[in-house]
């Protein structure tokens, strides 16, 4: 089956000459890497995690009712998101009101900043016993990462099945300087959030692949691209639609104290370009020089590229070529709906291509298309799909490799939900940022401080939105009376945001991650990865921190028009 859902039942490479923690003469490794073998083993002997996670669930319940009867709460600004106003009118005389939306010009703004209590909510309360047995079915038909998954699998599954992945990573690793290709997984993996959850379901598996297919550990193709995705996420050298929602809650936050100035989506532009570049290298450096040295020589399965040398050329090439020209196909769809001014693809109202437009919200279709229509027109090509049978065979594989995977989904969907009804993270945030408004240091300082508490807060509130609308009305109005723009605080938030994404054990992709793991390495759980990511964390997290202080002490400006300080 394919890397990217299955697990393969081949020996684990952990029990030969060069298993982890050793390098490739055998010997053991230094203190750090005997300390990350010991996360590995501690991570790994504690129960599955659908286990680890219902156990979650009854501390969440548990802990929610004691903190409730404390009626312990904060009171906060945070900024909202608001529906368009509506007013009703009479059209033609009749007695039922319609609704009209006034003209754009009266809402400008999609948040405003609002003052907001909340307290923590048991969930043993009668509402929230309630909420226990009515909630199920929607927790996990709420849990978008689910949907995802299917729709991408359904192409890149095919794709796999078909022999084109391999394919094109065995071209790519033959073709691409042997010294460049961490590099590349890298960079590919942070420019990938610009297609926000593609990065996770198809560069992290094709990581693992491209280093396999250069003699390389999988599992440091693995943690070089999960590192890119994830340890970087809030950095890009594109607009990414993330940056949007950010940049509105950020110019709502201005306003408490400023309201006729505001940011503009390139406020960050240049720290991100920079961030990007520094953290190539940064990823690049820890993937090759500690990580693996630490997992020392694979001998493990080798299955990913079993059809080396079995392909005969000439149908291979014939594959791709009919692959190339479905993938012109498919552009050329997508340029005729996105790119031309009026398409379908664009937004509606506005015209834009990128600011809440369908061409966004659909990007993993769209990807979920390519891969679909290249691995149909490879494995008709190759002749390795023979008939739509075989291709749907190729899809029912994919999915069915997927079955524990949505099982563990249906757990974190609920403690997620569990815990998001407690309201337990919003207070904790809140309690920290208060003590942190309160330290009476210097701008420099308090930035520090203020990515540093973001880390933290970064293990139980991964995402990046949520925390920024709960940080952004306290700490962006205090930078400024500071001296700080806002710009920069917005910058030193997405230092924060980022490098403990990867050993949160809220991450959502965390489990798909699990599972690409274990086609290398039968006996691998939540603590390989975790022991895997530790080191980007850590290095990512101070590097770029320095960077950050760098930056800021020098006075290089944030973005276009954009200065570090007011």
Not at 283 to 312: C, H, K, M, N, V
Not at 537 to 562: C, D, K, N, R, S
Request: glycine share 10%; charged share 10%.
């Amino acid at each position: 089956m394919s890397a990217l859902a299955s697990v393969n039942p081949g020996d684990d490479e952990g029990s030969s000459a060069t298993a982890v923690g050793k390098d490739e003469t055998g010997k053991s490794g230094g203190g750090m890497q005997k300390a990350l073998d010991l996360i590995e083993r501690v991570g790994n002997k504690v129960p599955h995690p659908a286990v680890i996670f219902l156990l979650l669930c009854v501390l969440v319940i548990v802990l929610s009712a004691i903190l409730s009867a404390f009626n312990v709460h904060v009171t906060y600004e945070t900024a909202q998101s608001v529906p368009a106003p509506a007013t009703q009118v009479h059209e033609g005389g009749t007695e039922y009101p319609g609704t009209a939306l006034p003209p754009d010009t009266q809402y400008t703004h999609n948040y405003v900043t609002v003052m907001e209590t909340k307290k923590v909510e048991s969930l043993l309360s009668g509402d929230g016993v309630r909420f226990l047995f009515t909630s199920m079915t929607h927790n996990f038909n709420d849990f978008g990462v689910v949907a995802v998954i299917l729709v991408v699998m359904v192409g890149v599954g095919l794709a796999e099945e078909s022999g084109l992945i391999a394919t094109l990573i065995r071209k790519l690793v033959h073709r691409a300087p042997a010294w460049a290709l961490t590099a590349i997984i890298v960079f590919a993996g942070i420019v990938s959030s610009i297609a926000t959850d593609a990065g996770y379901l198809v560069l992290i598996p094709l990581g693992a692949v491209a280093f396999l297919g250069a003699g390389r550990h999988p599992l440091a193709g693995i943690a070089a691209a999960f590192g890119g995705v994830s340890a970087a996420f809030g950095v890009n050298i594109l607009i990414a639609p993330v940056d949007g929602i950010i940049t509105e809650i950020t110019n709502q936050s201005i306003k408490l104290v400023n309201p006729g100035e505001s940011l503009n989506l390139t406020a960050n532009y240049y720290f991100a370009i920079g961030s990007t570049l520094f953290l190539t290298a940064v990823i690049t450096f820890i993937t090759e020089r500690i990580i693996e040295p630490r997992l020392g020589r694979y001998e493990g399965p080798s299955a990913a590229l079993e059809t080396d040398g079995q392909l005969d050329p000439a149908a291979e090439k014939r594959g791709l070529r009919y692959a190339g020209l479905a993938l012109v196909a498919v552009v050329i769809a997508v340029t005729l709906l996105a790119f031309i001014p009026g398409a379908p693809l664009r937004n509606p109202k506005t015209g834009s291509l990128f600011e809440d437009s369908p061409f966004m919200d659909g990007l993993i279709v769209i990807i979920m298309i390519a891969f679909l229509v290249m691995g149909l027109a490879y494995g008709a090509g190759a002749r390795t799909l023979k008939g739509s049978a075989a291709a749907m065979e190729a899809i029912t594989k994919t999915f069915a490799g997927l079955a524990g995977l949505i099982f563990l989904l249906l757990i974190i969907a609920q403690f997620i939900a569990y815990f998001n009804y407690s309201n337990m993270a919003t207070v904790a945030a809140v309690k920290l940022a208060d003590q942190l408004e309160s330290a009476n240091i210097g701008a420099l300082w308090l930035l520090i401080l203020f990515i540093l508490v973001t880390y933290l807060l970064n293990l139980i509130i991964p995402g990046i939105i949520p925390k920024w609308a709960i940080f952004a009305p306290i700490f962006v109005p205090l930078f400024i009376r500071l001296g700080v723009a806002p710009q920069t605080v917005l910058a030193a938030y997405r230092v924060g945001d980022s490098p403990t994404n990867v050993i949160t054990p809220l991450m959502v992709y965390l489990p798909f991650i699990v599972l690409v793991c274990e086609k290398y390495r039968k006996k691998a759980g939540v603590g390989t990865v975790i022991s895997l990511m530790v080191p980007y964390t850590v290095v990512v997290g101070v590097a770029w921190l320095v960077f950050f202080v760098i930056w800021y002490l020098i006075g290089i400006p944030m973005g276009p028009g954009a200065p570090v300080k007011i």
